[in-house]
Structure formats: structure tokens, C-alpha cells
């Protein structure tokens, strides 16, 4: 049974910074993408980063670009997102996804478990 298990969330001010992460078990997690979606309330499910199964790609929404980092350590079978100059904004409720296959997507269907999220808040 595919379990991931998310910790790091929390209570930050804006420009502040969290580390998000991600502990899998029950499938070879070398072998799938992973990703990171966020759920603000009354909000549709976003994506926020993917990461290829060996980590050699990367990918991110505009939102994230360029202040939030994903990274993964196969040997730990954990994924990590590191979140700088953080914003408002960015309060939600963070997922962890695990891919059916290796490549990195923003498709949310093309992930086929999650974690139970943890929650983001950014104060102003």
C-alpha cells in the first residue's frame, strides 16, 4: 500500500520560508515523478511543482517560479519544496502526488496518490 506522508507546514510571515516535505512508502520511488499541488479554501486543487523520477527535471507554475525549489533524495524515498519570499497568497493546503509514470506533469490525473497535506499559512 502507496502511503505519503507530508510535514514542514506551518505558520509564517510574508517573506518567510518553509521546507515542505514528503515521505512515500509502498511503491519502488525511484521509478515516478512527484509532484506538489496546493488547495486554497473555495479554490480548485493547483499545481505547484513536478519533479522527474530521477530529478533531472523540473517543473513549476508561474506562481512558484523562481521562489520555491523541488527536490527529491531517492535514497530516502522523500521529495522535497522548499518555499521562499513567501506570500499570502500562498496559503493553502499543500499535496504531495506520486506519479503513474517517471516524467514530471502539471496533470493532476496523471497522479495516482496522494498525502493528506499539510497546511501553509502566510500572514501578512
Known amino acids: 500500500q502507496v502511503q505519503l506522508v507530508e510535514s514542514g507546514g506551518g505558520l509564517v510571515q510574508a517573506g518567510g520560508s518553509l521546507r515542505l516535505s514528503c515521505a512515500a512508502s509502498?511503491?519502488?520511488?525511484?521509478?515516478?515523478?512527484m509532484a506538489w499541488f496546493r488547495q486554497a479554501p473555495g479554490k480548485d486543487r493547483d499545481f505547484v511543482a513536478a519533479i522527474s523520477y530521477s530529478g533531472g527535471t523540473t517543473y513549476y507554475a508561474d506562481s512558484a517560479k523562481g521562489r520555491f525549489t523541488i527536490s527529491r533524495d531517492n535514497a530516502k524515498n522523500t521529495v522535497y519544496l522548499q518555499m521562499n519570499s513567501l506570500k499570502p497568497e500562498d496559503t493553502a493546503v499543500y499535496y504531495c502526488?506520486?506519479?503513474?509514470?517517471?516524467?514530471?506533469?502539471?496533470?493532476?490525473?496523471?497522479?495516482?496518490?496522494w498525502g493528506q497535506g499539510t497546511q501553509v499559512t502566510v500572514s501578512s
Open positions: 502526488a506520486s506519479s503513474r509514470v517517471g516524467g514530471a506533469t502539471d496533470y493532476e490525473r496523471g497522479y495516482d496518490y
Open positions: 509502498g511503491r519502488t520511488f525511484s521509478r515516478y515523478a
